[in-house]
């Protein structure tokens, strides 16, 4: 099962439906036998008494010429009586006339039942259950007739406890049992309903694991899957087959644009340098323009090679030498290489001896990154600290300014390309947005990783970590 509920899944809906179906199908017939079977004992309890009420007074013509009146009418009443059924004779005038011994029993007389009834008043329809105390009665009233007079009215009790009790647990036992059913057909269902979605689950996960790099090839075959999921499978293998072949035409694109144009860049370039060195006659406005020019298509040919990287990257065709270095002295070799203001950009290694398996090019291409972000983006006069120290079995590179800060906000999504922070303030400094994104690709292309945390106004601290063994 999930680990919890979600009310608006289809298996959660779906399960719901029909378990409140099978509830109210079950429930149905359940309380409709139990309604007919209660009917049917009632009924022939009723039948019972009204048969025994109906033939008495041919029971006493039968025997009237045999005895007394009196001992007809009790002879009579204790034939007809059991030891569930008593009958008695009540005179017009109110007088008890006759009564079965029943009514002398022990169950009868216990808790004052027999008082009770003999002093009851005659009920309006002539046929009724009653319950007193715990034991339940059907009482059966109506005239008696002898010869065209009324002899007085003749009271017929049936005691049904015993049925009613049997009745009773039965009534529990089918609703226990129904119950019982009930969460028995619930769990089938819902089993039932979960296996059936298990492909579009499986889907979900797949389609889940999807990325630029396996684009290619991912695919989602099922074959026992509903025919429904199996067409919508068919349509996202097509859906997938289109957007891989969009995704390489878009990767040739950038690759064979940023390819084609830095070359002839470079050429201006260097072109437009020559002419700023060798050149003395120039006014000062045409050297100005010259130099905006050149730095111009500098930032144009770093944004192509940018460009190139990422095509690369994302095709699967860049390569790492990677090989086992000292990290102190790579990274003072970058340093030093680059001309870094000792006194702006501060180099402290806390774990001199680390080594580990990297490319020697593209750590340098990761640290001037790393470094010319932090000085774009704080003040002139704030320091860079450079730290190599070791976490556990990570060799950790730090790169830490004290300018303006990172959104939180804006976190998750600086390593995505083409991303900026403060689009203004990124124009003025001439970033891109490709600069961390291609950090990232080449540090994990080395087998490491890449964290940053920051706070704003307080600057940011960016950790390359890199795997000691």
Not at 10 to 22: H, K
Not at 104 to 125: A, C, H, K, N, Y
Not at 279 to 299: K, M, T
């Amino acid at each position: 099962m999930r680990s919890h509920i979600d009310p608006n899944s289809i298996q959660f809906r779906l399960t719901v439906g029909i378990v409140l179906a099978s509830v109210l199908g079950i429930g149905g017939v359940t309380g409709w036998t139990n309604l007919r079977m209660h009917r049917i004992l009632i009924e022939g309890h009723k039948q019972n008494a009204l048969e025994i009420a109906n033939r008495f007074s041919q029971d006493i013509d039968f025997a009237k010429d045999l005895m007394s009146s009196q001992k007809v009418l009790q002879e009579t009443i204790n034939y007809r009586s059991t030891a569930d059924i008593a009958i008695w004779l009540r005179s017009p005038e109110g007088e008890l006339i006759a009564q079965s011994d029943t009514l002398s029993l022990g169950s009868w007389q216990m808790d004052g039942i027999t008082e009770t009834l003999l002093t009851m008043v005659e009920p309006d329809d002539g046929l009724i259950i009653r319950k007193l105390q715990d034991r339940y009665f059907v009482i059966c009233v109506g005239p008696l007739v002898v010869e065209g007079m009324k002899v007085g009215d003749l009271f017929v009790v049936d005691d049904i406890t015993q049925d009613q009790e049997s009745f009773n647990e039965v009534t529990r036992t089918l609703a226990l049992s129904s119950l019982l059913v009930i969460c028995l057909t619930a769990i089938g269902i819902a089993l039932y309903i979960r296996r059936s979605l298990s492909p579009i689950r499986k889907m979900n996960r797949l389609a889940a694991e999807i990325s630029p790099q396996n684009l290619a090839n991912a695919r989602l075959e099922f074959d026992q899957a509903p025919t429904e999921v199996q067409e919508l499978a068919q349509a996202c293998n097509l859906m997938l087959t289109r957007i891989s072949d969009a995704w390489g035409q878009q990767r040739r694109f950038v690759s064979d644009v940023s390819h084609e144009l830095r070359t002839p860049l470079t050429l201006v370039q260097g072109y437009l340098q020559s002419t700023l060195r060798r050149c003395n006659s120039l006014s000062e406005p045409q050297r100005e323009g010259l130099e905006i020019a050149a730095a111009e298509a500098d930032r144009t040919i770093r944004l192509l090679q940018d460009l190139l990287d990422m095509a690369r990257a994302d095709g699967g065709h860049l390569r790492f030498n990677l090989e086992q270095a000292p990290l102190k002295q790579e990274v003072q070799d970058i340093l030093d290489m680059c001309h870094y203001s000792s006194d702006r950009v501060q180099f402290q290694a806390d774990a001199p001896s680390l080594t580990a398996r990297i490319d020697r090019n593209r750590l340098k291409q990761v640290l001037i990154n790393l470094i010319d972000n932090a000085l774009k983006y704080s003040d002139s006069d704030q320091p860079i600290l450079v730290r190599l120290s070791r976490a556990g079995e990570w060799a950790q590179i730090q790169v830490r300014d004290r300018g303006r800060g990172i959104p939180p906000t804006d976190l998750s999504q600086i390593f995505e390309p083409f991303f900026r922070v403060d689009e203004d303030r990124s124009r003025t400094t001439g970033g891109t947005g490709l600069g961390l994104s291609i950090v990232k690709t080449l540090v994990e292309g080395m087998n490491g990783k890449i964290s940053v945390q920051s706070k704003v106004g307080d600057g940011s601290l960016f950790t390359v970590h890199f795997p000691i063994k």
